[in-house]
């Protein structure tokens, strides 16, 4: 034992290994920052959070010289030892970095909780590893107190004791925090923890020591606001809430919201309001489940699509339904959460991820974030799919993007008994090869139509995945050619031709809740014709501008792809072919990378740079994009482009009325847009 | 004539006399940018805003060799004649700067008000010049339109222009600004005028060309709220409003509205929400004077005592009335006008100057900046009289402040008769040397008591600078001695003695409006001496920190020493002695120097600097201020300490008992003072 500050030691880190020679009286938590290795610290040293314990490791230490190390640590102090007994925990095994000073070589284990910058995983199709560095931070201080002949105001003395005990400099305080500065600082007597966002802004000061920063990541889908509260320290996610977005109330769809923003005045201020209510609604449910208060709740990253980022900040999406059109800004945005009025505390900021341009929006960025397929050695397909199917394709040297009008088919809209993924639906179904006779399961039902009496199925309708599982069972069945259309002489007993039309009876009258029959109808199959050919489009001319004929994954992200069986899906031609093993649903990859946008500074940065870096592509204006959407209205029926199809599909010739049918149908849509343009108008 | 680049020109510009070689073919505008000439231009050279016009000089260019210069400058083009077609003016005299290009030497005027940066002379004790500098300025731009295959979104393309056209880059924009951002530049056909703050902070864009960026100076007083809207183009004040401040309501005097603030759990609250609705209502006058709209300001000075910024803030001022106490901050701040709930644009930016310290408050800031004492060679005394006098003494080597508690006897509180400076208040005395009877002068009359019919006069009280003339002309004539009590035998048929006490009859019951005498009592004499000994205790405290027995200038500033009687004022012993032809009323000081730095952020910066240089001083912790403070209650009685008063007092000794009789007045204060604090306890 030594006090002889010449004098240094060897310090050796654990589990990082990092070593250095440190001066004898350090203390643990200096040596540890001189070296890099990060112990997490609120109280920056003055023995109060605890967060830097560590142990002197007691087996390992002998390869690295060192005999014993009992005296090679000074002594536990009396703030230190205050610290354990109000914890009974001995002293002896743990101790805290900030208080235990350098006497001696040391080997010492950084337990993983006192390891600053913690990875985290996070699983998923990828494995998601991420460091925790939040853009909001908490400090504890002590201020000097108010004292005659000191002229300092509070905020400049706690300046100082941030600049000293945090490194902070250069700060700002928000309205809100001065406000109540001289309160808190006398309430915690002359102790408060602070709360900085991005290492600039003062947001919040509390009372004496407090622990817990919190944060809200929300994916606003159109139909869907999904929200994480997660705890910002540990990564942890503490509440998931969700609810439906209310501006289902104006319009179901994107087009149909901005229309009513058009036509209705006050339209764009209603639905923005109606979402910020959302917001602060889901936002007090998680911090309730979470036992909290919304003014726990300094942080939010928020995406969304394009219209509902617009709506979002109170922006008219007109803009969105015309051309040419401009985003209002493809940056990253930060605004307070009180201008946009956000309940949540005042001084809390919200982030809205950077988008790529077009309708890709922020929410498609987020899936970026959640997925890196910029890191990607192999070729990535991504898919999310909605009213406008978001796509990227490409790796690490190249990544494209596009947006593809799928309309609504596969929510059920434009569907004759369409229906949203809501108990009752009809999600599965399955056409006996022989009888060409069908079976089907519905949403909340875990028995297969044909396992149960008839009148307890009570089947409403039928929702996406249940719509491409029949196109495709109809397909393989022989029930309907390769243009999509149905062979009139099929001999099933569900199938019919009534003036002209075929359908196919899914659901008879008592497997029904209206005791009505559900059944599918030539149009409803050239629905889901338009909105897979539109998908299909789209992958295929990213593909080739990326210069490859095939892909290597394909990731269904979003709920429907979640649902969705892959192989019915690939048999209709939803995405390009694919070895099915290497199709996987991510689930909800946009709310997955608002999520990691949220604990990490590091990953919103990146999102910016990659905002720029991935080609987004126009696919509308591709000359040739129309004639491939054409071609791609059939089903597919040879191996030729779908070799993992092989042995799946009927393989013939397409019905040769196929396109005229299909230009047909395209005149019909023409008209039918045109009308619509009308009432819009009006 | 030559076209050839290599060639270059003289150019000299005028009044300036700058003079360079010029490129051929350089714009004038490029050419003085370059010379350090500032030309002012909205639209960076966009022929739109004719801010640049110029004169080329026809007279006076002989001296410089040039013969003829005619045709040194290239003809007016389509868009400059287009511009000066529609003002009708002769396009051969004045040109566009941004347009007129180089061809030959030339002798270039230009005219007062195209000069960027304009020099504007402000009148007052010290003549003010500013040069115009605002924290906000307006930008003319033309942003490229949206257009298939630019995905930039429009804030980008509108940085863009920003940065080409007027070289801003970094700057972020207010969420509002950016929320409107679409339909503005669509309105305006992709052009925009953008109003920027501080160079760093996009605030409003509006569509197309528009003119007139304008602030909002406000001085809060604890009695008077007074504004003043400017253009910040021109630095021309446009109109000016003042209203009582509505806080007085709630107590008169400052601490009394930090009792009430105690006293009522939303006593801050109501007293916050009133002066933030005053501001806007005054807001709202002022631009409706100048026709202008609330909407059109976006940026607003403010400036007041520390209680009064305590409450503009919603900040509790209950420490202000401890010790010890601190501010909330001493640097300037910055606060969003929606934040504060102040009505005018919402992106508008509320800038409250610094404190040096203690009680010396933002309006004393004001007061240096508008006087500016720290460039003063000879030493200056300014005094701003308030229920605390704050107090300054130095020049340009040393600056001290300090405030002192004067209480509220200036402004007609505690005085038997008092009242504020308003209609019928006795605001002058004079009493007959010989007969020892007064003449006197009310508020809103020109004529003296003596001049006119008793009936009429209608006198309601005395007013501040009343009692000090009634003070000084009792003592100049005997009436009372150097202690300033009462002289029992003195032969006047307006004094007398009741019940022990003597009191003289200022206004007869025929003289006033409530047909009852106006007296001065033994009492308000001490309160006065009170009031008059802690200003000048304070004064005289500095000068001795300072180093000096006496000042070379004395500046009165504020209302009240806009109206005293600066001759009596001495008599009586308000501040030090001076030559009296160096004593200036400097009027609202305060609010000069909120406009000034309305108009220049150089001066908010000097605010900034000069807020940590002044050393202020907390008099009431000096040892012997409570001696000085004793021994400074008497009149002053020698021409020892008042040289300036030579022939105007009677020198004769004090009276004996003044001593006393102040200690037994202490004492009664002191049980006053308690009592006080018990009720506000309750």
């Known amino acids: 034992m030594s006090n002889d500050t010449e004098q240094k030691y060897l310090v050796v880190f654990q589990p990082s290994g990092r070593q250095g020679y440190v001066p004898a009286g350090q203390t643990l938590l200096d040596a540890a920052r001189d070296m890099g290795v990060e112990i997490e610290s609120i109280c920056g040293g003055q023995q109060t959070c605890g967060k830097c314990k560590i142990v002197a490791d007691v087996g390992n230490f002998s390869k690295y010289g060192i005999t014993s190390q009992e005296e090679n640590l000074s002594p536990a102090g009396g703030d230190e030892r205050d610290y354990w007994t109000k914890r009974k925990r001995d002293p002896g095994s743990y101790r805290l970095s900030c208080a235990a000073c350098v006497l001696g070589d040391l080997v010492i284990n950084v337990p993983e909780e006192s390891q600053a910058r913690k990875q985290i995983v996070r699983k998923s199709a990828t494995v998601r590893e991420i460091e925790i560095d939040p853009a909001i931070r908490q400090y504890f201080v002590k201020v000097q107190p108010a004292a005659l002949g000191n002229r300092q105001g509070d905020w400049e003395r706690l300046q100082e004791s941030l600049a000293k005990t945090h490194h902070l400099s250069g700060l700002q305080i928000d309205y809100f925090a001065l406000r109540d500065l001289q309160k808190v600082l006398r309430q915690g007597n002359w102790e408060a923890t602070v709360t900085v966002w991005n290492g600039q802004e003062v947001i919040r000061v509390q009372p004496g020591y407090a622990e817990g920063v919190y944060g809200f990541a929300v994916d606003i889908g159109s139909t869907t606001v999904a929200g994480h509260l997660l705890d910002l320290r540990t990564g942890q996610i503490l509440a998931t809430e969700s609810m439906m977005n209310p501006q289902t109330t104006y319009g179901e769809d994107l087009m149909s919201r901005i229309s009513y923003g058009m036509m209705n005045p006050d339209g764009v201020d209603k639905m923005h309001k109606a979402i910020i209510e959302a917001l602060s609604k889901l936002l007090k449910r998680a911090t309730r489940a979470a036992k909290l208060q919304p003014e726990d709740v300094t942080e939010l990253v928020l995406v969304g699509n394009t219209t509902m980022v617009d709506l979002l900040l109170g922006i008219d999406p007109v803009e969105l339904g015309g051309a040419p059109f401009a985003l209002p800004t493809n940056d990253a945005v930060d605004v307070k959460a009180r201008d946009l009025g956000i309940v949540a505390h005042r001084g809390a900021n919200v982030h809205i991820l950077p988008v790529e341009g077009g309708h890709v929006g922020a929410d498609n960025m987020a899936v970026v974030i959640a997925e890196s397929p910029q890191v990607a050695e192999d070729i990535v397909l991504i898919v999310d799919i909605g009213t406008n199917a978001e796509i990227l394709v490409g790796n690490k040297d190249h990544l494209l993007s596009a947006s593809s009008p799928t309309g609504p088919a596969f929510e059920g809209g434009e569907i004759s008994h369409g229906m949203r993924a809501a108990d009752g639906a009809i999600e599965k179904v399955r056409i006996d090869r022989e009888t060409l006779t069908p079976r089907f399961r519905v949403i909340g039902e875990d028995r297969w139509s044909d396992e149960m009496p008839a009148h307890e199925i009570q089947a409403a309708g039928i929702c996406g995945s249940g719509i491409i599982d029949l196109v495709a069972e109809l397909f393989a069945c022989g029930i309907i050619d390769a243009g999509g259309k149905f062979v009139r002489e099929t001999p099933s007993p569900n199938f019919r031709v009534t003036r002209q039309v075929g359908e196919y009876i ?126 791609a209205l059939g089903l597919p029926h040879t191996t030729d482009a779908f070799p993992h199809l092989q042995g799946l599909i009927p393989e013939r010739p397409a019905a040769e009325d196929v396109n005229n049918e299909d230009r047909r149908r395209e005149r019909r849509r023409d008209r039918l847009s045109r009308r619509e343009r009308v009432v819009v108008e009006e």
Chains 1, 2 share one sequence.
């Open 506 to 631: 899914v659901a008879t009258a008592e497997q029904t809740s209206t005791g009505k029959e559900i059944v599918i109808t030539q149009q409803d199959i050239r629905a889901i014709q338009f909105a897979k050919s539109a998908l299909y489009t789209g992958a295929k001319l990213l593909m080739e501008r990326r210069g490859v004929e095939k892909v290597d994954r394909v990731l269904l992200a979003g709920g429907f792809g979640a649902h969705i069986d892959k192989l019915r899906a690939m048999m209709i031609g939803l995405f390009p072919d694919c070895d099915l093993e290497n199709v996987y649903p991510v689930g909800n990859s946009a709310g997955d990378g608002a999520v990691l946008c949220l604990l990490s500074r590091e990953r919103r940065q990146r999102a910016r740079q990659l905002a720029r870096w991935i080609e987004y592509v126009e696919t509308a204006i591709e000359p040739n994009f129309q004639a491939r959407f054409v071609d």
